[in-house]
């Protein structure tokens, strides 16, 4: 189009070997005539298909938003992926570039129901899709179901082979939860060539008498298709003994240009097996108000008015469809889900035919839940407050279940406990309940259950979820610290032990920042004023580190400056990172780290381009703080920190300062044993040996490394502890500690 642009260029670029293939583009030049308008295109490479794992596709569902913003996508090919328009063309050389992967098993989706009544539809089987999206075929391949929150366990399949392009359905033994509350479910696999689909995870709402495939907080993403010969259109509940089906609810959807307004529709209840119907509502007209809303509708036995009961073994129930005139949507609500989960949404005609199962269409997950079961009568609380939170103590307050209870049991302990195992019981007669004996800065869950009488109690709720706050002095005397500036207290602006000095008391300095971390959610920023700013003169301060006599201390942090990311910056920052007893400009005595030339936009790590290479010092016995002082000139922008992690080593005959430097490890520790080995400026002239041992000194790992490279370190099947890493280049050896907590 003319109004696009006058000149555009890009080349795509073919390497025989890697089979990498790249898409690298020039700047263009805009056109001039015309008026600007978003224009749409697919960018990518694709296979003979359009299925997940048959394309990959560059996504910028934004017309407006910078090239370095490209996301990519898989299962998509119809339609606009890569939007675009004149005024945000590429930046010189941006490449998309895309590498095979021998090694890549992909978690596609995760099969459960949102909404499990307990125990009437268990034991729950949980079953998820792998996809083998790389080159090789999968052997021996470990899938891991973890289920945290109010039923916390871990349980394993192995896959003996999936081949290339492949894709299994996997199942995990079923389980049975014995507390109400919420599960959060993972599946996942080991780290391979491509991390970026190596789990999922679904909420799962426990409960006596709901269940469900809606998931909550979710609208529906689209609505079931066009047709008018009408229908049944069911979700199938599985049920451990025989129960009463109370309601059934279903997201009543609508679109533009297709009202369901005004038809008639009514829930159904089927067998299984030969699709006899065996209970409905009544009739029902849908009005305006019904429009995207949950409708609950009430189930009686079919050809009577009497409650329904149906046998132990399972019952599809959904929303039922007369025919009618024209074309347009069944108005039933659909949940994104690729693929559809095999033998759980079904069809039937009107007069309950033979199920047949939908999920060879890819529809998604239907919108349907039910109510099952008699009511309790001793109901547990519906919500938690919690109030006076200090480092060790905290009170909670309950509201909703059954009203003037006779008391509440609860049962606490850290994030993930399983309170029928572990935990600490309290019984109150009265609210709130006070907790004490807390870790600082923890998470901890409280399960609670109602007491109604002596001889009544309600089923076990939770969990319900808080945080300490900071120890009143938060002292680092173990290593490796990590901080990522992702766990922030609420109603506190820092970590815990992180202090900030804006020395030359103006409007800016160091402050917690959402918009560019480099991991997780945070980072730490120095926001510069602009516009007639001073010049930076602006510290924060880690917490109080214990340090002892004869060891190495490693500083390793991620940086960079404000603008578009691959971009160079409009503005030159500078850093200084400095050691010494105290938490003040003038405390800081020792100078590890120094950059005068920040422009980098994205994260880089400090290695060879700071003074000294990696900064590792030698305090000796004593307190420590490192300061991190933002010397920028006047009018600059802003600078980001993070990652920021400080290691130990204890110094012996053959340990290199100079490797010392070179080695940082991220993230330190791990929550999954997953690790980056950075290794830069070594002066190694071939590889590296590397060696992990446990605290009884055997060895755990043996692997290399390369110099001026971001080396994988796969640690993944390790038991949760403390390791020692030994980095050798031919005489000169380096040891670290390493920690795991999964």
């Known amino acids: 189009s003319a109004a696009q642009y006058a000149n555009f260029s890009f080349q795509v670029k073919l390497y025989q070997g890697t089979n990498v293939i790249e898409f690298v583009y020039d700047a263009p030049t805009p056109a001039t005539t015309g008026t600007e308008i978003a224009r749409y295109s697919t960018v990518g490479i694709k296979g003979s298909g359009s299925a997940s794992g048959q394309d990959v596709l560059g ?136 991390n970026a689909n190596n789990s999922q ?65 009514y829930a159904v209840v089927t067998d299984p097996t030969t699709g006899a119907i065996l209970g409905r509502s009544a009739d029902y007209v849908v009005t305006n108000a019904d429009v995207n809303t949950v409708k609950t509708f009430t189930i009686t036995a079919a050809g009577a008015t009497t409650p329904l009961t149906v046998p132990a073994g399972g019952f599809l129930a959904g929303l039922a469809i007369p025919s009618f005139t024209g074309t347009t949507y069944y108005p039933l609500g659909l949940q994104a889900e690729s693929p559809t989960r095999p033998g759980a949404f079904y069809y039937e005609d009107l007069t309950g035919s033979v199920p047949e199962d939908l999920a060879f269409i890819n529809f998604g997950s239907f919108m349907i839940d039910v109510n099952v079961g008699a009511a309790p009568s001793c109901l547990p609380p519906t919500a938690a407050t919690f109030s006076a939170l200090t480092g060790t103590s905290a009170q909670v307050t309950f509201t909703g279940g059954s009203a003037s209870p006779a008391g509440y049991t609860i049962i606490y302990g850290p994030a993930g406990f399983d309170p029928t195992t572990s935990g600490t019981t309290l019984t109150s007669a009265t609210l709130p309940i006070s907790i004490t004996g807390l870790v600082p800065n923890t998470v901890y869950q409280v399960f609670v259950r109602t007491n109604c009488s002596a001889t009544s109690q309600s089923a076990l709720r939770g969990p319900f979820q808080f945080q300490t706050g900071c120890a009143p002095n938060t002292t680092v005397a173990s290593f490796p610290y990590a901080e990522t500036f992702d766990n922030i207290i609420p109603g506190q602006p820092l970590p815990c032990g992180i202090t900030v000095l804006n020395a030359n008391n103006d409007a800016a300095t160091w402050a917690i920042n959402r918009t560019a971390p480099y991991s997780g959610s945070n980072a730490m920023r120095y926001t510069s004023a ?80 700071s003074t000294p290479a990696v900064a590792v010092f030698t305090p000796g016995a004593g307190t420590q703080y490192v300061g991190f002082h933002v010397i920028s000139a006047a009018e600059q922008g802003n600078l980001y920190i993070d990652d920021l992690s400080i290691t130990s080593a204890v110094f012996t005959a053959t340990t290199s300062e100079a490797l010392l430097r070179a080695v940082s490890v991220f993230p330190n520790p791990s929550t999954t044993g997953a690790f980056d080995l950075e290794i830069h400026g070594a002066n190694a002239k071939g590889a590296l040996s590397v060696r992990v041992t446990n605290t009884l000194g055997q060895v755990v790992y043996t692997g290399t490394a390369r110099d001026n490279f971001t080396n994988p370190l796969n640690l993944t099947t390790l038991a949760p502890g403390l390791y020692s890493l030994q980095v050798r280049n031919g005489e000169e050896t380096m040891t670290r500690q390493l920690a795991i907590v999964k």
């Open 59 to 194: 996504l910028r569902p934004a017309s407006s938003a910078a090239w370095s913003t490209t996301t990519f996508i898989t299962g998509t090919y119809t339609g606009s992926t890569h939007n675009f328009r004149r005024s945000v063309g590429p930046d010189a050389g941006r490449t998309y570039r895309f590498t095979p992967v021998a090694k890549d098993a992909a978690v596609l989706a995760l099969y459960t129901l949102p909404k499990l009544a307990t125990p009437i539809s268990t034991p729950h089987v949980v079953s998820t899709a792998i996809a083998n999206y790389g080159s090789d075929p999968l052997t021996n391949l470990v899938v891991t179901l973890r289920s945290t929150g109010a039923n916390p366990f871990t349980t394993t399949v192995t896959v003996p082979n999936i081949p290339t392009q492949d894709t299994v359905l996997v199942s995990f033994p079923g389980f049975s939860p014995t507390v109400l509350g919420t599960n959060t479910l993972t599946v996942s696999v080991a780290a391979d060539g491509n």
């Open 201 to 265: 995870t679904a909420s799962q709402l426990v409960s006596t008498n709901v269940d469900g495939y809606t998931r909550p907080n979710e609208g529906n993403s689209s609505g079931l298709g066009n047709g008018n010969t009408g229908g049944m259109f069911l979700a199938l509940f599985p049920t451990s003994v025989a129960t009463p089906v109370n309601t059934v609810s279903i997201f009543i959807a609508g679109f533009t240009g297709y009202s369901p307004v005004g038809r008639t529709l």
């Open 530 to 609: 602009l516009t007639n700013s001073v010049a930076a003169d602006d510290w924060f301060f880690s917490p109080p580190l214990t340090t002892a006599a004869n060891t190495r201390y490693q500083v390793a942090f991620r940086y960079r400056g404000e603008g578009i990311v691959n971009s160079p910056s409009n503005y030159v920052e500078r850093l200084e990172v400095k050691a010494g007893p105290s938490a003040s400009a003038a405390g800081q005595v020792t100078t590890l780290y120094t950059n005068n030339n920040i422009t980098n936009t994205n994260y880089a790590l400090a290695n060879a381009s």
